[in-house]
């Protein structure tokens, strides 16, 4: 039995989507639950030629014979879950907790209508943050007051506990990342509630003796959308000549790009609790790497960044991504243990 957490190490967009859905392939949870603030995130997930960009649906959805749930921390936009559900063919496998937050029309048309959230922010303009607004005021509907949401309802908490007991594996996934946490990130340049580890147990209703992994997931360049300090920001034309261009999945806005940041790495990883890392991107740091399957074939270039990465965050990388694709991956967990 395993309960494991994954979450961003950096500013979202590190590749939790992919990591999760490798991960879900290989151990076989028999539940898939979502945390974090809501349809905000956009997790992009490759198989094969086909590319999946999912904001409500768990990213480990390509391993079917999961339970996939989305936490009662997660507000849920009805609209955007029944696209994806229909989208994805997943109907029957995706529940919501009774009581998730709802965003309404009137929550995006405040998000997007707010100079505040929408221009000096740059938020997502998704509604989540006049909805968590509204959850702290307690005016909001929960999920169970919305009738078209009746055929998802489940305690996923409940559904949790009872496959833990099992002894069965359940992997819980994050949103966002670590710097655009509300209570650890650049605030006032942050999303609308924390995004650590921690919070993506509380919102899935796992206690804290539950978990017995956290796994951090980083990106050899990492990336920021939206307004906020970014200390290892580059030049648009460094990046480009580099050729890294990144468009956000929800606001399809360019990514800023930045260097490797080994300071927040290490606080990232300490507020977390990483017990092992995840590292994507390598094949940026050399193109060689793109596609690698096995540790030993990685460039000296690439052993002597993870060997950095590796000493700045003060935990293990035991996945590392070579590629966009879910299958362009190492995985050495196994040999860790
Ligand atoms: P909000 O969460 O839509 O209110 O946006 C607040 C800030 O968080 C903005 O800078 C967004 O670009 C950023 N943000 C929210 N969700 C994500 C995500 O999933 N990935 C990257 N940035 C995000
Ligand atoms: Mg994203």
Avoid at 150 to 167: R, S
Avoid at 228 to 236: L, V
Wanted: hydrophobic content about 35%; proline content about 4%; some cysteine.
């Amino acid at each position: 039995m395993s309960c494991t957490i994954i979450v961003g190490g950096f500013f979202g967009d590190e590749g939790k989507g992919k990591v999760v859905a490798h991960i879900a392939n290989k151990d076989k949870p028999t539940i898939i639950s979502r945390g974090g603030v809501g349809p905000n995130a956009g997790h992009t997930v490759q198989v094969g030629t086909r590319e999946y960009g999912v904001r409500m649906v768990p990213s480990g959805f390509v391993f079917r014979d999961a339970k996939l749930c989305i936490g009662s921390g997660v507000l849920v936009d009805p609209r955007v879950l029944k696209h994806e559900v229909e989208m994805l063919g997943v109907k029957g496998r995706v529940f919501v907790d009774k009581r998730c937050g709802i965003i309404t029309e009137d929550h995006i048309a405040r998000d997007k209508g707010s100079d505040h959230l929408a221009k000096k922010i740059g938020s997502t303009g998704s509604g989540c943050g006049p909805a968590n607004a509204d959850r702290v005021m307690r005016i909001s509907p929960q999920a169970k007051d919305v009738p078209e949401l009746a055929e998802y309802l489940l305690d996923v908490p409940k559904a949790i506990d009872d496959e833990l007991k099992k002894g069965k594996s359940v992997l819980l996934e994050g949103t966002q990342g670590f710097g655009i946490s509300l209570y650890y990130g650049t605030y006032p340049f942050v999303t609308s509630k924390d995004t650590s580890a921690s919070q993506i147990a509380a919102d899935n209703g796992v206690g804290p003796t539950k978990i017995d992994d956290v796994i951090v997931v980083f990106k050899a360049y990492p990336t920021r959308v939206g307004e906020g300090p970014f200390s290892t920001e580059m030049p648009t034309a460094e990046s480009d000549a580099m050729g890294i261009q990144e468009f956000g999945t929800v606001t399809h806005r360019k990514r800023r790009i930045g260097e490797w940041d080994g300071e927040m790495a290490r606080y990232s990883a300490m507020i977390n609790g990483c017990t092992q890392a995840a590292i994507t991107g390598i094949d940026r740091v050399d193109k060689a790497c793109l596609g690698v399957t096995e540790y030993g074939r990685l460039t000296r270039k690439a052993k002597e960044f993870l060997k950095c990465a590796e000493d700045d965050i003060g935990c293990p990388i035991a996945i590392i991504s070579t590629g966009p694709e879910v299958t362009q991956i190492i995985d050495m967990r196994k040999e860790m243990v």
